[in-house]
């Protein structure tokens, strides 16, 4: 608003002021990681944190991809992050860096990754922030939807060749078998339960199995209406066969894998992010 001008003597001595102390803290925020050089996201540079509460950006390829908060520890998120990132196709840890900032706690309150997404808009796009990459297992609920063509899980799906960490050859139950799995991998896998797995025996014949091959395995040793899906960002595994799924590109029943070919939508992502947390709807370290 323009002074308001004194018709009698010409002096200006009133107009609207206003004060955006969100956009100055984000600007300020903004301002401060730019001030930074970023870092290979690793376990080395990750493990110079200080357990404390801050936001972060992640890099690819030098671009900048995405920002989070981290409510309470910035080395256990960025982990979570390093974890996801080493279990999915086309798209290498070499490639990713980070910077971040440790904030006070009181100050998460006020959503400091949000103010860093507002202040980058209309500076470019933020991609990873709104394209599923923060986001937790969805619940059984959303297993049959359709991704976006530029969904996280379509662009960098889940890789099914990498070896399931800490699994070693011999026997176990399948229900053992089954926790195992899911510990020793860097991406979610949701199965049903049957109280006959607590005491069917089944044995891993060589260490370092990838998933493929213990999906494999695991798939005849189900009873026969019982099916494991790869969905582009998880698997799961429920008494469903032969029930298709959109997003899934590969099926194992009765000891095979069954290639598929997952569907996705052309149109661009328009899901928005839990309020508050900068998309990152997977679970801090709480």
């Not at 100050?107 to 991609?127: C, R, T």
């Not at 049959?144 to 899980?153: G, M, P, Y």
Request: proline share 7%; hydrophobic share 35%; aromatic share 8%.
């Amino acid at each position: 608003m323009a002074p308001v001008v004194n018709p009698d003597d010409g002096t200006r001595y009133h107009k609207e002021f206003t004060l955006s102390i969100t956009k100055a803290l984000g600007d300020q925020l903004a301002a401060a990681l730019d001030g930074l050089d970023s870092a290979p996201l690793a376990e080395p540079n990750i493990a110079h944190l200080k357990e404390k509460p801050g936001v972060y950006q992640l890099y690819l390829n030098g671009a900048f991809v995405y920002v989070g908060k981290a409510d309470k520890s910035l080395p256990t998120r960025l982990r979570q992050h390093l974890r996801k990132i080493s279990g999915r196709q086309r798209i290498s840890l070499d490639s990713m860096t980070f910077s971040c900032l440790y904030v006070a706690e009181d100050f998460s309150a006020l959503a400091p990754e949000q103010l860093l997404i507002s202040h980058h808009k209309g500076k470019g796009d933020i991609p990873w922030n709104n394209n599923g990459f923060g986001n937790k297992d969805p619940g059984r609920q959303r297993d049959s939807t359709v991704l976006k063509r530029d969904h996280f899980d379509v662009l960098f799906p889940i890789d099914l060749d990498r070896p399931i960490e800490g699994l070693r050859a011999g026997e176990l139950t399948l229900h053992g078998l089954l926790e195992a799995v899911k510990d020793g991998l860097p991406y979610n896998f949701r199965y049903g339960k049957d109280d006959s797995f607590k005491s069917r025996p089944v044995t891993v014949p060589a260490d370092q199995m990838t998933a493929d091959e213990i999906f494999q395995l695991i798939s005849a040793e189900i009873p026969d209406k019982w099916q494991i899906t790869a969905l582009m960002g998880y698997v799961i595994m429920y008494d469903d066969s032969p029930r298709p799924y959109k997003s899934a590109w590969r099926y194992y029943r009765d000891g095979r894998r069954i290639e598929s070919v997952a569907e996705a939508d052309s149109a661009t992502i328009v899901e928005t992010e839990p309020p508050g947390d900068g998309g990152d709807a997977e679970a801090d370290e709480e």
